[in-house]
């Protein structure tokens, strides 16, 4: 890990998360009417969601299911020939394929495969770019994508996914994916405990933390990004105005540097809004940041210690998944 790495840029960023949930109307109330994103579109199954600057059709594909959790993770290549060339490299490297599909009311084709924990990827390029329908959806500025209401995220930043093996994880994500590491926790007993991943210059796009409740493909939390800290600081009170649990902050991250508030929506998933500020990777031999177990025992940049629900919540409940195993 102390070797610096390099992106691959076969893909351009991360495009959307799709999320489970067993309350869809709440669900979906709270994701527009409170969290502030977009309704674009809705079939039998789902709602299509993004934030007021995500220029493609949707970044959160709420889906109506049994329980909760994570559907599939969607990343759009940086061209045609960068799907084609990431798509063999995918093909050779031994992990689960499952295939290619025609895509859904956001984008076209695209490329779906599996973690070694059971989280469903897909890579596509043909996208749908989001057009307002009406005038109340029209920002008044030409050079963002819409207006915004409620706690107003701009767009789509990251989201965390849990693992048995962190560093099994990392070599799906580098093998897979391209993508490099920017921050990682090294723990005492050799194992990694967390890495934090991107496929282009921002900081991260996706972190793996080791999972410690139970479960086996689980997601921890999606996040949102603010344009500032102030943001983040107004939303806290929107979310008490609607009743939201508030699980944790706003306070600030050690690793990363974000300001980070975490909610859960109604159905139990964990949602966050996060702000990163200026801070990017612009160097092409970035050395990945190691973070040792004494580090993380001093809590948050600030000494706010990591409530043990952060550590063991995540969805589906662990409850779900053995009962969804016993019915298999």
């Not at 495009?15 to 009417?33: A, C, K, N, P, Q």
């Not at 508030?246 to 306070?251: D, F, K, L, S």
């Not at 990945?288 to 948050?300: I, Y």
């Amino acid at each position: 890990m102390s070797e610096p790495t390099n992106p691959s840029f076969d893909i351009a960023h991360l495009g959307h998360v799709e999320m489970y949930t067993d309350r869809f109307e709440e669900s979906l109330d709270f994701f527009t009417r409170v969290y502030g994103l977009k309704l674009s579109g809705q079939d039998e199954t789902s709602a299509y969601l993004r934030a007021w600057d995500d220029y493609e059709f949707h970044s959160l594909k709420l889906t109506r299911h049994s329980t909760t959790g994570v559907g599939q993770i969607g990343y759009r290549a940086a061209s045609p020939e960068a799907l084609q060339h990431r798509v063999k490299a995918i093909e050779a490297s031994g992990y689960k394929v499952i295939g290619w599909n025609d895509g859904d009311m956001g984008h076209g084709r695209a490329f779906r495969f599996e973690d070694p924990f059971g989280h469903v990827f897909e890579i596509y390029y043909d996208t749908v770019w989001y057009e307002p329908q009406v005038d109340a959806e029209r920002a008044a500025l030409k050079n963002t994508a819409s207006a915004f209401t409620g706690a107003a995220p701009r767009r789509l930043d990251h989201l965390n996914l849990l693992s048995e093996d962190v560093t099994e994880f990392r070599r799906f994500m580098a093998t897979c994916l391209g993508s490099r590491v920017t921050e990682y926790i090294q723990l005492d007993n050799g194992r990694l405990g967390g890495c934090w991943f991107t496929v282009n210059n921002k900081t991260y796009d996706l972190a793996c933390t080791e999972e410690h409740g139970g479960g086996q493909g689980r997601l921890h939390h999606v996040t949102y990004a603010t344009d500032q800290r102030e943001d983040i600081l107004r939303a806290a009170d929107i979310f008490l105005q609607n009743g939201v649990h508030i699980e944790t902050g706003p306070h600030k991250h050690a690793i990363q540097g974000t300001f980070f508030l975490y909610v859960w929506e109604p159905a139990g998933n964990r949602v966050e809004l996060a702000n990163a500020g200026a801070r990017l990777m612009l160097a092409p031999d970035w050395k990945p940041v190691c973070w040792t177990e004494a580090d993380r025992k001093k809590g948050q940049a600030w000494g706010l210690k990591t409530i043990a629900s952060f550590h063991t919540h995540g969805t589906p409940p662990v409850s779900a998944y053995h009962h969804s195993d016993d019915a298999a």
